[in-house]
């Protein structure tokens, strides 16, 4: 693995990203407006909470959502080129490793990801939301967008279908994006669900960033399950990546 390979990976992201980014911006700001203003705004009006206002509460789980989302669907274009388009076999044939190739990928998702999450702050702001921003809220992010990414890559490597990735949204994004603490507390699930759902990543990034977003201390336990998110994710994507690189 080395930088130039990698930049060189980022950078064709990039480009197709620059080209469309008008476009990407304000469809970014389709899902947070309607989220802010059926939750924020409507069904917050009748939710009443000690901390602070329902929008406050919910800001840091549509941030957290969002960055699933965004650095999932980035991803998801790897797997027309590996089965329909058949391109990715110029990145297997260019002397870039698997390595180089895995991480250029996530750091376009993980760029992507922030530009939606800036969208959506500042789409917050407006609507009158309190938060406190910080660098480790960002850096919660980053490893949030690269557990997602490496999710979409690992789907895209093994999956032939397009119904089977359609599955992929199914049965493991859209669960965690309203169990995982995005829109409540998961204080509230029964026990046994709520031990599951704790082994979840987005549990944790949404706990993460609603105590950074209220200037709280972070629960230093959900960073090393993230972390450890990050790296399972990266060796079972390498490994996937790396059997099309030997064929």
């Not at 009158?128 to 690992?154: D, H, R, W, Y």
């Not at 709280?216 to 336990?221: A, H, K, R, S």
Request: net charge positive; hydrophobic share 55%.
């Amino acid at each position: 693995m080395n930088l130039r390979d990698i930049g060189t990976v980022f950078w064709r992201d990039w480009i197709v990203l620059k080209r469309r980014l008008v476009k990407f911006i304000f469809s970014r700001m389709v899902a947070p407006l309607l989220y802010l203003t059926a939750f924020g705004l409507g069904l917050g009006r009748s939710v009443n909470l000690n901390s602070g206002s329902y929008l406050d509460f919910i800001v840091p789980g549509i941030i957290a959502l969002n960055s699933m989302n965004i650095s999932f669907h980035s991803v998801i274009p790897i797997h027309a080129e590996r089965v329909y388009h058949k391109s990715l076999e110029e990145y297997l044939l260019s002397p870039i490793s698997a390595d180089s190739f895995l991480v250029g990928k996530i750091a376009g998702a993980v760029l992507r990801s922030l530009i939606s999450t800036v969208i959506i702050i500042l789409l917050a702001a407006i609507f009158g939301a309190k938060f406190f921003l910080s660098i480790n809220l960002f850096l919660v992010l980053i490893l949030n967008s690269i557990i997602f990414a490496e999710v979409g890559i690992f789907a895209a490597m093994k999956l032939s279908t397009y119904e089977e990735m359609a599955q992929v949204n199914t049965y493991v994004l859209l669960p965690m994006s309203f169990m995982c603490g995005t829109f409540f507390s998961t204080g509230v699930l029964p026990e046994a669900l709520r031990f599951f759902v704790n082994c979840l990543p987005l549990t944790h990034t949404s706990q993460l960033l609603r105590a950074l977003t209220n200037g709280e201390e972070i629960f230093l336990t959900s960073v090393i399950i993230l972390s450890v998110y990050v790296l399972a994710g990266f060796f079972f994507c390498r490994r996937a990546l790396q059997k099309l690189y030997d064929d």
